[in-house]
């Protein structure tokens, strides 16, 4: 505590500090050195699984709080536990968990064809390809898809262009999700683990929390989040092992009891899951973005436009796409 605190009084007495040249640098020149070490870099490492000295902070903004000292003071000698940060306040749906937003959504939009993959695109044609056999021709096309995925439905895509999808960073995850036979898991909303040597997850939420409908009366669920990528592979393989380190995890966490009865587990895999702002990203996203607009594809949302983006940004992206084309319309 006494690392943390003088770390940060040092930070703020030196307001001339050298400016940072990355994400490990920016941790230390934010929050001074018993923070960064004990626990931004740990927890950085974890959920990016590269050294954060390779990363950017473009995409920091509103995601990491400043640091407002009395808070700081509070929390360490008062263990009060202030609500910071942009997620302090969030809605959540009572009914149907978070797939009722976008059900909402498409109530207003005619011609959704479902369980419609596409396997094929053909920029000169101009035409889109999918897994039931169905070619649609298109003016313009909006590409919601990931960038990485690119090369699976293109042919002939310029060397340059591969080059820079090549180079994009992106970790994956294994969501690894428990329900429990009985309701009070977690009085929390989700809880960060920078602790990599006895948690394999790095961040976990609870469900029930957000809205009691979203586990059966008497129950409750936790959804533990694994990163890895080809830097940093999982350290445990297949499902059922990661679902047991997973509950030894949560039992070591005191979250679960040895003796609750597992009522559900299931694995799901998010690939890729969070972009990651190395120091080539802005380069080549460009290279890639720029291609694509030439040929009258428009990237948008979390993987299209290759960005840390929660629903918010990715349903405001849609829109912003969706003026500009009927802009060209008019
Ligand atoms: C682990 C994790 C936790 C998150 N937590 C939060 C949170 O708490 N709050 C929040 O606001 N946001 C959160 N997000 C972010 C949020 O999920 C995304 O920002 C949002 O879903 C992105 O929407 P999108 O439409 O851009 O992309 P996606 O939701 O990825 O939609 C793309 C769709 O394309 C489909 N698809 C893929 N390939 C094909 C193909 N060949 N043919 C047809 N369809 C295809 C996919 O199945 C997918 O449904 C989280 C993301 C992750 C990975």
Known sequence: MIECLSGLVEVLRNPDRPKPQNYREWMYWRFGKGIA?????????????????YMNFSWIDRRVPEPDFEAVLRGALQHEEDRTGFNQEFWYPIEGAIESLPVALAKGVKNIHLNHTVTKIDPKSKQVTFNTGKVVGYQNLVYTLSLTHLPHFIDDIPQHVLD????LQ???????NIGINRPDMSPYHWLYFH???????????FPRNAS???????????????????????RVQGREALIQATIDGLIKAKIMRPDDEVLAADVLTVDPAYVIYDLDYEQNV???????????????????????????????????????LNEREA
Not at 170 to 176: D, G, L, M, P, S
Not at 223 to 232: D, G, L, N, T
Not at 291 to 315: A, T
């Open 170 to 176: 992106f970790n994956q995850i294994e969501c690894v």
């Open 212 to 234: 009691e409908k979203t586990c059966p009366p008497g129950t409750s669920s936790v959804c533990c989040e694994i990163s890895y990528s080809k830097h940093r592979p999982l």
């Open 195 to 205: 602790e990599a040597e006895d948690f394999i997850f790095h961040r976990i939420s």
């Open 37 to 53: 070490e004990q626990l931004m870099i740990p927890y950085a490492e974890r959920i990016w699984t590269i050294d954060p000295k």
């Open 164 to 167: 820079a999808i090549n180079g």
């Open 286 to 324: 460009k290279t890639i973005h720029d291609w694509l607009v030439g040929i009258d594809i428009h990237p948008c949302g979390r993987f299209g436009d290759w960005q840390y983006y929660n629903m918010d940004h990715s349903i405001l992206a849609g829109k912003r796409i969706a003026d500009l």
